[in-house]
C-alpha cells in the first residue's frame, strides 16, 4: 500500500506546477511568441524594449524602488529598535501604529495624501498658505519624492516586522561588551545591534522593493498626474487594444531577473560573515534605559504614525461625508450621500464587497491548507525531494503580483482551461501570490511542535492523517488562524493582481475602488475605503481574539 | 456615416409623434408589442452586462436601475471605466475566447466602427429609434451600432478662484502661459472623449497646441470627469474638455464652478453603443438598446444633466439652448486614424 504523504506529495506536487510554475513557464513561452499567428520570435523584446518610454518606465520603477525602501528603513528601522531593546513608552502605540499602516491599502493611503498635500488644496498647503502668506505648495504629492513616500508609508510595516523579530533574538550581553571597551549606547547600536541584525534588514527591503516595482493602484493614482510612468502602468498598456500579452511577457522577464539577481546579491553579502545572535548560552535581555532621548524616538515613531495612518484617515474621514472635500468642515458641505450611492444606489459595490470577502476566504483557506501540508511533508521529511515543493511554494514571494496576474491570464484566461471571468482565476491568482505567507507562517509553527507527539499517536495506532488532525493542527491552531488572517487582509486589498483578471460579475472592492478612482470622485472613494476599513478592522478584531494581539507582527 | 449638424439636432420633430405614443404607453404599463416580446425573451435571460464609458459612474447606475424598474427581472451589470478601458476589457474578454458583454458603449466612435467592420457588432435597429431627434438616428446606415450618448465636452473654471472678466475664452486661451500650474484635462489613452478633443484641437492648432500645453505643467488625470474634482477642491482653476453633465451635477450641488462654451467651439461628441455578435444575453441587449432610445433613458441620465435624445425630455436646467452653442467635431475618418496616433504622441509630449 501507498503511504498517503506519497499520494499527497503527488498531488501538492500538481497543485504546485499549476498554480506557480503554470503561469511562469506560460510566461516564458508567450514572451517569444508572435501575436497571432503563435510561432518563434524576438521581435516581442524589440518591442518591449525599443521605445526610449518604455526603458525610462522601468528605469523610474527602479529608482522608486529603491527610494521607498529606503524610505522604509528610515521609518521602520528606528521604531524596530525603540520597542524591541529601549524603555521608550508608548509601546502599544506603536504596534497600532505599525497595524494600522499595514491594513490601509496603499492606493487609500494616497488618495488620503492627496487630500493632505495636493500643492493649491491640500490641507497641509493650505494650513502654509495661511501661516506663510504665500501661495506656494509646502510639499507636493504630485511628484517623484511623494510617490516614494506614500509608497513607503504602507510598507514600512513589512521591514518593521523583520527587524523587530531579530532584534528580539539579539542579547544584551554582546552590546554589554561594546560598552566595557567604553563605546556609548549609540556606537554599541550602530557597531554591534545594526549589524547583527542586517540580514533582516536587507530582506525587508527587499521585500519592499519587490512590492513597490509591482504596484499598480498607487502609481496610476499618483503617478499620471505626477506624469511618471512606471513598469506597471506601462505594462497596463500593453493591455490596450490590440492586448499584447507577449510584449507584455517580455517586457516583464527582466523584472524577474532582476528579483532573481537582488536574491543572489543578498546571499553574496550576507555569505561571508557570521550573524549568529543565538547560543546556547541564555543571553539576558534588558531595555536599554534611553533617559531624555527616549521621548525622543516616541516623538519619530508618533510622527510616523500620524504621517502613515492618523492624517491620512481623518481627511478621508472628512472627505466620505463632504459633499465637495475642497470646502473643509462645514455644516452644508456634510452629507451621507456618498455612503447611501454606494450601498443603495451601487448595484455593483454590496456585490464586490461580497465578492471581495468570499474570494479572499477561500484564497487564505486554500494558501493555509496546501501551505501546511508542504510544511508537514517537508518538516517531517516524508518524501525525498521535499525541497521541490518548498521552493515552488515560495517562489512567488520573488514574483510581482502583476507579472503573476499577466501569467495567469496567458495561462488560464482561454480555452481549454477557459476560466477567464470567473471566481476561480481570482481565487487562485490571490492563493499562489500569497502562498509565501502561509508556508512561511506554517513552517514556523510545525518548527514548534516536537515530532514525539505525532509519534505517541502514531504508535497508539492512528494513521498520519489522523493525527495531523487531531494532534498537529490543534497544536498550531493559533499560528494557522494568524497565517490565514494575514492572508485574507492582504488579499482583500489587492489590486494588481485582480485588475487583469477581472471580469464584469468577479469585480472585487479594490477593481472597483480603481474603476470609480479615473473620475477623481474622492469623496466617493473616501465612503468606498471606510467600508472597506470597517470590514477589515471587524475581521482583525476576530483575529485579535483568536491568534492573540499580536498576531501579524510575529515573523511572517 | 453622416456627420451631425446643428440644423438636425432641433428637427427632431418628425420623430415627435411616435415618441409621444411610445410614452403614453410605457405610462399605461402596457409595453409596445415589440418590446413586451423582447421583454419576455429578455426575463428569461435575467439579465444583461453592460460595458461603459459614457455616463458617469453616478448616471449609468441609475440608468441601469430605471431600466430595471421598467422591466422587472432585468438586471443590468453596469461596467463603467473610461470609454479605452471599456475596450480593452472587451479586447481581453475576446482574446480569451470569453463573451461577457452585451451592450458595449464608448465615446470613442472608431471602436464601434471597428467592432463593425470585424464582424463583431450584431445587426439591430431598435423600433424605438424613430422616436428620437432626427439626428441621433442614423449614424450608422447599417444599423450596427446607435447614439446612446450626446456628450458636450467644454472648459470649467473655478469661480472662488477666478473672476468672470479673467477666465479663458477659448481653447487657445488655455494654454496661455498665465495659467501655468491652473489647468486640469483629462488623458486621451483612458478617455474616448479627451481623444476626440485632442484629434479637434490639433486639427484647429497643430499638435503644438499640445507642446505648448506641456509647458503650463497640466494636471493630467484619466477621465474626462477627473478635472471636475480637481476644479471642486480648487486644486486646479481651469478645466479642459469636462463634460457637461458632471460639471452641471457639480454646480447643483453647490461647487463653485462655472462653465466656458469655448468660441473656438464646443466638442460635441455623438456616442454610439452597440451589440456584440456573441452576447450572452442577446433579447437584454436588444431591449437595453430600445430602452436607450426610449423616454426612460433620456429621463434618467437628465437626471444627472445629461442632454437628452429625445425632444420629449427636457434639456438639462443651467445648459445653455444648443441651438445657440457654436458645435464643433471632427469627422469619424479624422477619429479613426487620429486617436491611435494622438495616443502616441501625448505620451511622448506628456510622458504618461
Known amino acids: 500500500m501507498i503511504e498517503p504523504a506519497t499520494l499527497i506529495w503527488v498531488a501538492l506536487i500538481v497543485v504546485l506546477l499549476f498554480l506557480v510554475a503554470g503561469p511562469m513557464l506560460k510566461l516564458l513561452a508567450v514572451s517569444f511568441e508572435r501575436l497571432g499567428s503563435g510561432t518563434f520570435t524576438f521581435n516581442n523584446y524589440l518591442q518591449a524594449y525599443g521605445r526610449a518610454r518604455y526603458l525610462e518606465a522601468l528605469g523610474n520603477s527602479l529608482v522608486l524602488g529603491v527610494a521607498s525602501s529606503a524610505l522604509a528603513v528610515l521609518f521602520a528601522v528606528p521604531m524596530a529598535w525603540a520597542v524591541s531593546r529601549t524603555d521608550m513608552p508608548g509601546k502599544a502605540l506603536v504596534w497600532f501604529v505599525v497595524m494600522g499602516a499595514f491594513v490601509v491599502p496603499p492606493y487609500l493611503g494616497a488618495i488620503g495624501w492627496i487630500l493632505l498635500a495636493g500643492p493649491n488644496s491640500g490641507v497641509i498647503n493650505t494650513v502654509w498658505h495661511w501661516i506663510s502668506g504665500t501661495d506656494s505648495a509646502l510639499v507636493n504629492i504630485y511628484s517623484f519624492p511623494g510617490l516614494a513616500f506614500v509608497i513607503a508609508l504602507h510598507s514600512f510595516p513589512l521591514i518593521f516586522i523583520f527587524v523587530k523579530s531579530a532584534l528580539d533574538l539579539v542579547s544584551s550581553e554582546m552590546e554589554d561588551a561594546a560598552n566595557i571597551l567604553g563605546a556609548g549606547t549609540a556606537a554599541a547600536t550602530r557597531k554591534i545591534t545594526l549589524p547583527l541584525v542586517w540580514p533582516s534588514i536587507l530582506g525587508g527591503i527587499i521585500l519592499v522593493f519587490l512590492e513597490t516595482v509591482a504596484l499598480f493602484g498607487t502609481p496610476a493614482i499618483i503617478g499620471i498626474p505626477a506624469r511618471i510612468n512606471v513598469v506597471t502602468t506601462q505594462l497596463w498598456q500593453f493591455f490596450e487594444y490590440p492586448v499584447r500579452v507577449e510584449v507584455a511577457a517580455a517586457y516583464a522577464m527582466p523584472l524577474l531577473l532582476i528579483t532573481m539577481a537582488l536574491i543572489g546579491s543578498q546571499k553574496l553579502m550576507l555569505a561571508r560573515k557570521g550573524y549568529v545572535s543565538q547560543t546556547g548560552k541564555g543571553g539576558e535581555r534588558r531595555p536599554i534605559r534611553l533617559g531624555a532621548w527616549r521621548w525622543a524616538l516616541f516623538g519619530w515613531c508618533g510622527l510616523v504614525g500620524a504621517l502613515a495612518v492618523a492624517m491620512p484617515l481623518l481627511v478621508l474621514l472628512q472627505a466620505s461625508f463632504a459633499k465637495a472635500w475642497g470646502r473643509g468642515l462645514s455644516f452644508d458641505n456634510l452629507t451621507l450621500n456618498n455612503y447611501t450611492f454606494l450601498i443603495f444606489r451601487h448595484e455593483m459595490a454590496l456585490i464586490s464587497i461580497w465578492n471581495t470577502l468570499w474570494y479572499s476566504a477561500a484564497a487564505a483557506t486554500l494558501a493555509v491548507l496546501i501551505a501546511l501540508l508542504v510544511a508537514y511533508i517537508v518538516n517531517r521529511r516524508l518524501v525525498p525531494f521535499g525541497g521541490v515543493l518548498s521552493f515552488l511554494a515560495m517562489a512567488p514571494f520573488v514574483i510581482p503580483g502583476i507579472v503573476m496576474a499577466i501569467g495567469f491570464y496567458a495561462a488560464y484566461a482561454a480555452p481549454p482551461v477557459a476560466l477567464y471571468g470567473t471566481a476561480a482565476i481570482l481565487i487562485l491568482a490571490f492563493t499562489a501570490r500569497f502562498l509565501p505567507i502561509a508556508f512561511a507562517s506554517s513552517t514556523a509553527a510545525l518548527r514548534a511542535v516536537h515530532p514525539e507527539m505525532e509519534e505517541a499517536a502514531r504508535i497508539l495506532g492512528s494513521g498520519r492523517l489522523r493525527t495531523i488532525a487531531q494532534i498537529t493542527a490543534p497544536l498550531v491552531r493559533k499560528s494557522l488562524i494568524g497565517g490565514w488572517l494575514i492572508v485574507f487582509i492582504v488579499a482583500s486589498r489587492e489590486l494588481s493582481a485582480a485588475i487583469f483578471l477581472v471580469g464584469p460579475k468577479t469585480r472585487t472592492m479594490a477593481v472597483l475602488l480603481y474603476d470609480l478612482s479615473e473620475a477623481g470622485n474622492f469623496e466617493q472613494l473616501a465612503a468606498f475605503g471606510g467600508i472597506l476599513l470597517t470590514i477589515t478592522m471587524v475581521l482583525v478584531g476576530i483575529g485579535m481574539k483568536l491568534a492573540g494581539r499580536d498576531f501579524m507582527l510575529r515573523r511572517m | ?352
Open chain 2, 1 to 352: 456615416m453622416t456627420k451631425i449638424t446643428k440644423r438636425q439636432l432641433f428637427t427632431g420633430a418628425a420623430g415627435f409623434a411616435i415618441g409621444g405614443t411610445a410614452m403614453r404607453q410605457a405610462a399605461a404599463q402596457a409595453l409596445p408589442p415589440h418590446e413586451a416580446e423582447l421583454y419576455a425573451a429578455a426575463k428569461r435571460e435575467g439579465e444583461l452586462t453592460w460595458y461603459s464609458g459614457q455616463l458617469s459612474a453616478e448616471s449609468s447606475e441609475a440608468v441601469g436601475a430605471a431600466f430595471t424598474r421598467q422591466y422587472p427581472g432585468v438586471k443590468v451589470n453596469v461596467v463603467r471605466s473610461t470609454s479605452q478601458v471599456a475596450f480593452q476589457r472587451l479586447s481581453q474578454d475576446v482574446r480569451a475566447g470569453v463573451a461577457q458583454c452585451d451592450v458595449f458603449s464608448s465615446t470613442d466612435i472608431s471602436h464601434s466602427t471597428f467592432l463593425k467592420r470585424e464582424g463583431m457588432y450584431m445587426q439591430y435597429r431598435p423600433k424605438n429609434i424613430d422616436g428620437v431627434l432626427e439626428a441621433v438616428r442614423n449614424l450608422d446606415p447599417d444599423d450596427y451600432f446607435h447614439i446612446s450618448y450626446l456628450g458636450l465636452y467644454l472648459m470649467a473654471y473655478n469661480t472662488a478662484k477666478v473672476p468672470a472678466a479673467d477666465a479663458p475664452k477659448s481653447w487657445k486661451d488655455a494654454i496661455d502661459g498665465k495659467w501655468k500650474n491652473q489647468v486640469a484635462i483629462g488623458h486621451p489613452g483612458y478617455s474616448g472623449a479627451i481623444g476626440t478633443l485632442c484629434v479637434l484641437l490639433r486639427k484647429l492648432y497643430g499638435w503644438d497646441y499640445f507642446k505648448t500645453l506641456e509647458r503650463s505643467r497640466p494636471q493630467i488625470g484619466r477621465s474626462s470627469q477627473d478635472p471636475v474634482t480637481m476644479l471642486n477642491a480648487g486644486e486646479r482653476t481651469v478645466g479642459l474638455g469636462v463634460p457637461i453633465g458632471t460639471t452641471l451635477y457639480s454646480m447643483s450641488r453647490g461647487n463653485p464652478i462655472e462653465l466656458i462654451y469655448p468660441t473656438d467651439g464646443t466638442l460635441l461628441v455623438p456616442s454610439p453603443s452597440g451589440i456584440p455578435k456573441n452576447a450572452p444575453h442577446p433579447n437584454a441587449a436588444k431591449l437595453f438598446m430600445e430602452f436607450a432610445a426610449a423616454p426612460g433613458f433620456s429621463k434618467a441620465a437628465g437626471e444627472f444633466f445629461n442632454l437628452p435624445l429625445r425632444s420629449d425630455v427636457p434639456s438639462p436646467a443651467g445648459s445653455r439652448p444648443i441651438d445657440q452653442i457654436k458645435l464643433v467635431q471632427p469627422t469619424t475618418e479624422e477619429i479613426e486614424t487620429g486617436v491611435p496616433e494622438i495616443k502616441e504622441l501625448w505620451r511622448d509630449t506628456f510622458g504618461v
